[in-house]
């Protein structure tokens, strides 16, 4: 199974949609330690494999928080 980014417990995805969600780095040893980021279109894929990596250390980062975009974007 491919890794997935840690999940703040209370936080659920559906399958095969688009959220804002904050993610947060965890790993003491990069210069984003503790650092929070927004993406604004994360897509769920199947709703558990989900992957939000630091773009310095490539490390997993956590998701703190998400909310479902309303209305989902258009992929044409």
Do not use: R, W
Request: aromatic letters at 10%; one cysteine or more.
């Amino acid at each position: 199974m491919a890794p997935t980014s840690p999940v703040t417990p209370g936080i659920t995805f559906g399958p095969a949609l688009y959220y804002e969600i904050t993610a947060t780095d965890t790993n003491p040893d990069c210069v984003n330690y503790e650092k929070s980021f927004e993406v604004g279109e994360f897509y769920s894929n199947d709703g558990h494999n989900l992957v939000v990596q630091c773009g310095l250390c490539a490390q997993l980062m956590t998701i703190t928080s998400a909310t479902l975009l309303d209305p989902q974007p258009e992929i044409v």
